[in-house]
T-cell receptor, first 111, second 114 residues
Framework: GQQLNQSPQSMFIQEGEDVSMNCTSS?????WLWYKQDPGEGPVLLIA?????ELTSNGRLTAQFGITRKDSFLNISASIPSDVGIYFC???????????FGKGTRLHILP | KAGVTQTPRYLIKTRGQQVTLSCSPI?????VSWYQQTPGQGLQFLFE???????NKGNFPGRFSGRQFSNSRSEMNVSTLELGDSALYLC?????????????FGSGTQLSVL
């Protein structure tokens, strides 16, 4: 079945550092989504990608839809304390398919 | 516009009992998906409903079921609860299939099975 491998599982960084995380799939996806979850809340959509090679930014966040259509990357520049949380990638093989999620990257920011 | 509303927020049950969780989607959204979130496992897809019909189903036992009403509100039911069913159950709504799917999540129902 479809699988999403998200890495790293967790990250410990200093405030101000840049962050990179990625997601790879066992099959080709037509849609990639990136979400962030704060404690006690549901995930919130950060960026949606619909075309191979697409590079999209949302403030300090930038995500890319890999050329192979089997991977996606999320970068956060100049991290701040409120960036702490769990980041999930999600993908959809075809427009009618279910959306599946990676296991998440937990971001910690050291004081 | 109100977001996705899930009730109850917290629930404590004992093994063998059954539970029903409720989800009201964003106004105008006709698709509702349910996910189970446990530590270290991410979000596991349970099922998706559109126009009162189940469109997709994940790999969960038959104890997990759901339905959608004509106003797009959805409920999921878990019968004969097991300890391993303890999790955060998230509901997400979207406009519908084939419409550049963007899922919008509720805050979830935290289920604890004792």
């Amino acid at each position: 079945g479809q699988q999403l491998n998200q890495s790293p599982q967790s990250m410990f960084i200093q405030e101000g550092e840049d962050v990179s995380m990625n997601c790879t799939s066992s099959s080709i996806f037509n849609t990639w989504l990136w979400y962030k979850q704060d404690p006690g809340e549901g995930p919130v959509l950060l960026i949606a990608l619909y075309k191979a090679g697409e590079l999209t930014s949302n403030g300090r966040l930038t995500a890319q839809f890999g050329i192979t259509r089997k991977d996606s990357f999320l970068n956060i520049s100049a991290s701040i304390p409120s960036d702490v949380g769990i980041y999930f990638c999600a993908g959809q093989e075809n427009r009618d398919d279910k959306i599946i999620f990676g296991k998440g990257t937990r971001l910690h920011i050291l004081p | 516009k109100a977001g996705v509303t899930q009730t109850p927020r917290y629930l404590i049950k004992t093994r063998g009992q059954q539970v029903t969780l409720s989800c009201s989607p964003i106004s105008g959204h006709r698709s509702v998906s349910w996910y189970q979130q446990t530590p270290g496992q991410g979000l596991q897809f349970l099922f998706e409903y559109f126009s009162e019909t189940q469109r997709n189903k994940g790999n969960f036992p038959g104890r997990f079921s759901g339905r959608q009403f004509s106003n797009s509100r959805s409920e999921m039911n878990v019968s004969t609860l097991e300890l391993g069913d303890s999790a955060l159950y998230l509901c997400a709504s979207s406009l519908g299939p084939g419409l550049n799917e963007k899922l919008f999540f509720g805050s979830g129902t935290q289920l604890s099975v004792l």
